[in-house]
């Protein structure tokens, strides 16, 4: 089914790439015709001049074309007449000046635009441009799905129906054979034959069955035929009558065997059991003292016990043979040639095997090889405890048999072989769906963040503000002002660390220097009200231990993420505490064998968040670092110990945890110490004010206008905000023609109508030299991955921080006057 569905998604999808790219040329070269169509009317009109109702005229051919939204007409380099506009819904925007020739997609717009040249005798008068939308395109593409869809439907099925009747195929001359035996048995029918359908393995079962069964038959119509001369010799005949009864009848007893057999054997699906049920049906009923099959190894030439008879273990037991005999220590050599080999009487035996046996007075026996695909793989051994203890009918059994059940174990070795890969495709399909799980998270998390952090961004930023402007604070309102600054900004990095489960973490983002006791006693602080103030509300007291080694190392880090780990670890120590109890958290250094020892350089920093509850046991243990796992039902969202993981993965640490059941829990981090550029770290603070320049701010939202400007302001800035972007271009222009352009433009990305991309992009278009700033909630997610316009002269991420504000503008500035000194050189 697996092949199937391949082959026809491979067929389909070239089917679906040729017709995509065979529809897009002829859009192409459609808008193209269109476009000189409407260049050779327009020629007049360029060159003579005319009036709107010329203009009117040569639009008028463009009713037949829905698909085309807009035209303009230029003369030279400008517009020479009113554009073309499909209807009122259409974006009121056209290029202001032609660009290259040549059509360009753009399915983040939905549009086909482009260029086309008007020449006359040669010479360029002007240009046409045409934009088009791709309905028609997408409406050919949800066609070919439907069609896709429905074949693969139709495909799916026809597969399925001949799977399910090759599955009968194999399974039905089974239960035929076995309904046949049946009959035989109690009917006594031996003139009816089994049906052989095939060649194979199963063909060669039914010719044997049937071969065995003509013997039978024979040897009752030599019965029926020495009837006639029984009155004569009535004493002889009746002996041998009686003898050749007793050999139907160890026929017959025979076949009934094989029967049961048959049965006990399609019951089960693996190997060990078909073969002791065969042991356990010939030790009773055929019957044999001692019974087992040897596993037989090629390369080795080794015998290993494989099953044992239930009667035999006893035996097998006193005769302390080994699990595995070499096959020269044994008289099986000729098995390999699928040979049945008879040794009537161990007691001449000269081998090691046939001297054990006789010893435990097993003197005759019986041994067939099992082979598959002419390859030998083990062998049937039988004994018994009297001397020529088989007859020649019981050894033809017995070969016969040995190949009915070489042909079950295969069976069975096939169905082991199927199951196991059924459970690693099962196992895959859970590891799928848990990627899965992880990016549909990621995805959501890219709106979570944009909302969030736009109501996040008034917080900081007055924040920012008030302390930057008002120096009569006292110290307690500074202290509460600063609370509320990290709180913020640990919930906007929270937020946007929700990518870190399916995107790595941005290696640009530095690592600074940070004081682990202080973050111990912030992360302590913020608990309060969890570890003490709502656990004494239910008459429960929770201790809060701290042993913090003096003297540690600076830990190399992200202070919000290391605060956000211990915040979560403590969380979970007091859920482990449903009767209270001791949390105790330890910091501490310690050597890792690559520092210097001599100098007494300590290579690693550890933190150790343990509690005296309720513990896990060991599969909780093993688990409790997957996304999503929780033992707290509805409470948990079993997301915290993940992101705890992906914090110290993300600082090259490990994270090790110690639990019992009823003895609480450890959980250990160890971090590598790590030096810091100090010149990386001042040019990440720095944030000296620079000459004012003049800036335009485009944003939906009338707070965040308001804190931009009041940031800007602060530097002396002039600055101007605009509610949106089409509001935002029309500033820019403006400014352009009354000769006070703007240094800088900086621009929200997400806005109704005309949203940042095309801000920026109409921006550069028109002066490509003015730097254009993306402030957005999607920063993180645009930094960290590919869809960073190219536009864009730099980003940053709401809410904004006065301190990243004036270092991105001064990077800006810098690197503007760097390109005009080199454009002037």
């Known amino acids: 089914m697996s092949s199937s569905t391949l082959a026809l998604l491979l067929v389909s999808a070239g089917f679906f790439t040729y017709e995509l790219i065979t529809f897009r040329k002829s859009m192409t070269d459609d808008l193209s015709a269109t476009a000189e169509i409407i260049g050779s009317q327009s020629r007049g009109f360029l ?24 035209a303009c007409l230029y003369r030279g380099t400008n517009i020479a007449a009113a554009p073309f506009f499909r209807d009122k819904d259409t974006p009121r925007l056209v290029p ?13 717009r939905d549009q086909l635009e482009g260029f086309e040249p008007i020449r006359l005798n040669g010479d360029y008068i002007g240009a046409i441009f045409l934009k088009s939308d791709l309905m028609t395109l997408y409406s050919r593409f949800y066609h070919y799905i439907g069609i896709m869809i429905l074949f693969m439907l139709a495909s799916s099925s026809v597969v399925y129906l001949f799977s399910f009747w090759l599955q009968r195929v194999i399974t039905r001359p089974i239960f035929h054979l076995a309904e046949t035996a049946r009959v035989i048995s109690t009917q006594k029918h031996y003139t009816l034959r089994a049906e052989k359908k095939t060649n194979d393995e199963l063909g060669q079962l039914v010719d044997g069955f049937n071969e065995m069964l003509g013997q039978i038959q024979q040897r009752d119509a030599a019965l029926h035929g020495v009837n006639a001369e029984l009155e004569k010799a009535r004493g002889e005949l009746e002996i041998r009558v009686q003898e050749r009864t007793n050999e139907l009848k160890e026929q017959v007893k025979h076949i009934s065997l094989l029967n049961q057999i048959t049965y006990a054997v399609a019951e089960r699906y693996d190997y060990d059991s078909i073969i002791f049920v065969l042991l356990q049906q010939l030790e009773e009923y055929l019957p044999v003292d001692y019974g087992c099959v040897y596993q037989f190894d090629a390369q080795t030439e080794l015998l290993r016990a494989m099953v044992l008879g239930p009667k035999s273990r006893s035996i097998a037991g006193q005769l302390q043979w080994p699990l595995a005999v070499s096959l020269s220590e044994t008289p ?177 983002e530095p690592f600074l220097p940070l004081n682990l006791g202080r973050i111990v006693e912030q992360a302590i602080d913020m608990t309060r009200p969890r570890w003490r103030a709502q656990p004494q509300n239910h008459g429960i007291t929770i201790e809060m231990r701290k042993e913090l080694e003096p003297g540690l190392p600076a830990l190399a880090g992200i202070e919000s993420e290391i605060r956000e780990v211990l915040i979560n670890l403590i969380i979970n120590a007091v859920d482990a505490l449903p009767q209270g109890g001791v949390i105790t958290i330890r910091t501490r250094a310690a050597n890792d064998g690559i520092g210097d020892t001599k100098s007494g350089d300590k290579g690693q920093i550890l933190i150790e968040v343990s ?92 707070l965040l206008r308001e804190l931009v400007r009041e940031m800007l302001e602060i530097d002396r800035h002039n600055v101007e905000t605009a509610g949106g972007g089409e509001a935002g271009i029309e500033a820019f222009r403006e400014a352009i023609q009354g000769g006070r352009p703007y240094d800088v433009v900086m621009t929200d990305l997400g806005m109704p109508y005309v949203d940042g991309r095309e801000v920026a992009k109409i921006i550069k278009q028109e002066s490509p030299e003015t730097p254009v700033v993306m402030l957005t909630g999607w920063g993180a997610f645009i930094k960290g991955g590919v869809t960073a316009p190219a536009d864009f002269d730099g980003v940053l991420s709401k809410p904004p921080r006065l301190r990243q504000v004036r270092e991105m503008l001064r990077r800006i500035i810098a690197r503007s006057r760097r390109a005009a000194k080199n454009t002037e050189s």
């Not at 005319?50 to 698909?67: C, M, Q, Y």
């Not at 046996?357 to 598959?372: D, E, G, K, R, W």
């Open 611 to 702: 509690d005296s509850g309720t513990g896990m046991d060991e599969e909780t243990r093993q688990r409790c670092l997957e996304p999503f796992f929780s033992t707290k039902g509805v409470r948990g969202t079993g997301l915290g110990l993940s992101m705890v993981y992906n914090v110290v993965r993300r600082h090259e640490g490990k994270i090790e945890i110690e639990s019992e059941l009823g003895k609480g829990t450890t959980i250990r981090l160890t971090f590598p110490v790590r030096k810091v550029n100090p010149t990386e770290t001042l040019e990440y603070f720095r944030s000296e004010k620079m000459r004012p320049i003049r800036i335009l701010y485009i944003d939906d939202e009338p």
């Open 332 to 508: 099986f050599r000729e098995c390999l040639d699928e040979r049945i080999i008879y040794e009537p009487d161990y007691r001449r035996a000269g081998l090691p095997f046939g001297q054990k046996m006789a010893q435990a007075a097993l003197l005759s026996s019986v041994t067939a090889p099992l082979m598959v695909e002419g390859r030998l793989f083990g062998l049937l051994i039988l004994l018994r405890q009297k001397v020529d203890g088989f007859s020649a009918e019981e050894q033809e059994f017995i070969h016969g048999l040995s190949g009915h059940v070489a042909l079950a174990v295969r069976q069975a070795q096939l169905y082991h072989d199927l199951r196991k890969a059924y459970d690693e495709l099962h196992q895959t399909q859970e590891t799928i769906l848990k990627q899965e799980r992880l990016k549909a998270l990621g995805q959501m998390a890219s709106g979570v963040v944009h909302d969030i952090t736009n109501s996040l961004s008034p917080i900081v930023g007055f924040a920012d503000l008030i302390s930057e402007r008002e120096a009569g604070l006292s110290d307690n309102s500074r202290r509460h002002l600063q609370h509320i600054r990290t709180a913020g900004e640990d919930i906007a990095h929270i937020v946007s660390h929700l990518r870190d489960f399916y995107r790595p973490r941005d290696e640009e």
């Open 47 to 70: 060159t003579l001049g005319g009036t709107e109702r010329d203009v009117g005229d040569i639009w008028a051919g463009l009713s037949a074309k829905p698909h085309i939204i807009a």
């Open 96 to 108: 202001l000046h032609p660009g290259p020739p040549g059509w360009q997609f753009d399915f983040g």
